[in-house]
């Protein structure tokens, strides 16, 4: 029992010098925002003395530790999310909600260890965090291509590299643009599951649309999708001039044929990575962004 008092004082210790140091951190370098990932009342209690004086943002996994913090927290469920995934997830997470906008710098507070305590601090400059993807990260990548469609695509692939479908990482390719010259260079795997339907009811901006992709997605092979947002084609695998494209150094056969379809055509491709949920974006045969998804672990 003494042992374990003498331990539990001295992280106890250790955990209100991190916080001090992280308050001075802010004053010193004029940073307005302090992330702590809580894991614990504990961690509350050390940044509690300081909390009127600075900015917390207090994310917590669990409802239940949030009702026993005495001021506004920021719920977001990281309890599902690998430790060295964590930090980012939040990050990402409170970007979406708006308590963090791109261009802040921001100070980190969060445990690398698994203690539930905090042991990091970390300065993070909030461009170089993957948040989430806006119109304006897209106008340039395909002008031939409305932003508003692609953007749809593109969050539609981060979710699908979230979630997966059942239960099971999937990845997929979306070819959007250009649909005449892709159908010209792709052939159905299966029988067109969007074929005989009428426009309106196979535009990806209807979120019922966007399920079925979901479903679909399971499947192998590319969506084609026309300029105006009709999904013309599932399943269809693309045989654009891979031999003119440079292979990817760690990607496989759906990257190469995402980068050969953007370079034999005006289309751009958004790939999801079935080993990583990462989504890409090809356009001239080049990837010209990734945006990272974190996956939530599977409870069993």
Request: charged share 25%.
């Amino acid at each position: 029992m003494l042992i374990d008092s003498i331990a539990h004082r001295k992280f106890d210790r250790e955990l209100q010098v991190i916080v001090e140091e992280a308050a001075q951190i802010s004053e010193k370098l004029k940073i307005k925002k302090i992330l702590v990932i809580c894991e614990s009342l504990a961690v509350w209690k050390a940044i509690s003395p300081f909390y009127a004086n600075h900015q917390f943002i207090t994310a917590v996994a669990s409802k239940r530790l949030a009702e026993k913090i005495a001021v506004e927290t920021f719920l977001c469920d990281f309890s599902g999310v690998a430790r060295n995934d964590r930090l980012n997830y939040v990050i990402r997470s409170a970007i979406e909600t708006g308590r963090i906008k791109k261009g802040e710098r921001i100070i980190c507070l969060y445990s690398r260890t698994g203690t539930k305590l905090i042991d990091t601090i970390r300065i993070v400059r909030i461009e170089e965090m993957y948040g989430p993807v806006s119109p304006r990260d897209l106008k340039n990548i395909g002008k031939k291509v409305p932003v508003e469609l692609l953007f749809m695509v593109v969050n539609l692939a981060v979710e699908i590299g979230q979630e997966g479908r059942e239960g099971s990482p999937i990845g997929t390719i979306f070819v959007v643009g250009d649909s005449e010259r892709v159908l010209e260079m792709s052939k159905p795997m299966i029988f067109n599951p969007f074929r005989g339907y009428a426009e309106d009811e196979r535009n990806i901006y209807d979120p019922k649309v966007q399920e079925s992709i979901k479903e679909l997605a399971l499947l192998d092979g590319a969506f084609v999708i026309r300029e105006d947002g009709i999904v013309l084609a599932a399943g269809m695998y693309l045989h654009g001039a891979a031999d003119r494209i440079t292979p990817i150094k760690g990607l496989g056969a759906r990257h190469a044929a995402a980068s050969a379809i953007s370079q034999s055509t005006n289309a751009i491709a958004v790939t999801v990575s079935e080993s990583t949920g990462t989504v890409r974006i090809f356009s001239g045969g080049k990837p010209v962004k990734t945006i990272r998804s974190y996956r939530l672990r599977t409870r069993h």
